[in-house]
Structure formats: C-alpha cells, structure tokens
C-alpha cells in the first residue's frame, strides 16, 4: 500500500492511496482505517471539512478548511467558530462536524432537550453519530430552547443549526 501525505497551504489534506492489497485479511486493514481516521477527525481542533473512504482500491482523504493542519493530541473538544448570528436575536447551537444527530441517549428515552428547557454551556443537547462512534453535542451558551431545529435521526452537515436558544 502506498501512503501520501498532502498538506496545501488553502486546505489540509491527508490522502491514502493503494490497491487493496492490504494482506491476508484486508476486511481488518478496513476497520483499523476506519478507526484511525475517527480518531484524526477526533483529536482535531476542528472537524474535517470532508472525509472520503473507499474500500478495495483502498483510498482515504481527510480535508480541512485554513491552514489544515490536525490539532496535536491533547487540544481535541474546542468549538469551532461559531455560525452567525440571525436577526431575530437568537443562538444557534450548530453541529460540531457532519453527522447523524439524535435527541435522546437511546431509542425510547426522554429528549436531552425540549423546547422550553432552560441550559447551560456544557449540558448535552443531543447525539452526533459519525462512523459508528456517538459524541455527545453540548451547548456553548445558557438560555431557554425556543426551537428544535432538526428531526430526531436527521444526517446533517458541520455548523447546521440543531436548536436555537433565547440567551440567558
């Protein structure tokens, strides 16, 4: 398997490439890339802008927006900058990375939120299930949910509105 290592002054890029000839057992090279590349997009200080993944050909790209490069271990869990602000005055707790975003902890049980619930930075607010690995997604700011944005189970993209809060 060859490996290339890109890094572009406009975007970081991490990109592998090879013929799927990963030995004996290439269904084990496939889940050990896979956990790898949850744990680059984990231990980032922002999320990858775009991952692709390919099986028998074997090809794997991880791109991010500025400078690109992938936090050191130890900076994972910062925010990424923040969507603006609307007019209407409320905030937007946005989705950290893309994702499958859930309201609850597990199938049948109550909402992290509601609307109407008051929160406070740090308190989950939902589930984003990326690659078969659930992170919990918390809010940034206190104040009362005026509105849930987002169907339980919805895929959504990096810094997609989930809930708007009437700050505190």
């Not at 030995?23 to 984990?42: F, T």
């Not at 609307?86 to 049980?109: K, L, R, S, W």
């Not at 940034?140 to 700050?167: H, K, M, N, W």
């Amino acid at each position: 398997m060859t490996v290339e290592v890109k890094d572009q002054p406009s975007h970081g890029r991490i990109a592998l490439t090879g013929d799927g000839s990963g030995g004996p057992e290439p269904g084990a090279d496939l889940a050990e890339l896979c956990r790898s590349i949850a744990e680059l997009a984990r231990t980032s200080s922002r999320p990858p802008r775009r991952i692709r993944l390919e099986h028998l050909g074997t090809a794997v790209e991880v791109e991010w927006d500025g400078d690109g490069a992938p936090a050191a271990p130890g900076t994972e869990g910062r925010s990424p900058a923040a969507a603006p602000e609307p007019q209407d005055g409320h905030h937007h707790v946005c989705a950290p990375m893309i994702g499958t975003f859930y309201h609850a902890p597990e199938p049948g049980a109550p909402p992290f939120v509601k609307v109407g619930d008051n929160i406070t930075p740090g308190q989950p607010i939902g589930l984003l299930e990326v690659m078969k690995m659930m992170s919990p997604v918390e809010a940034d700011t206190a104040g009362r949910v005026v509105e849930i944005l987002v169907a339980d189970g919805t895929a959504v993209e990096f810094q997609q509105r989930l809930i708007a809060v009437e700050p505190a």
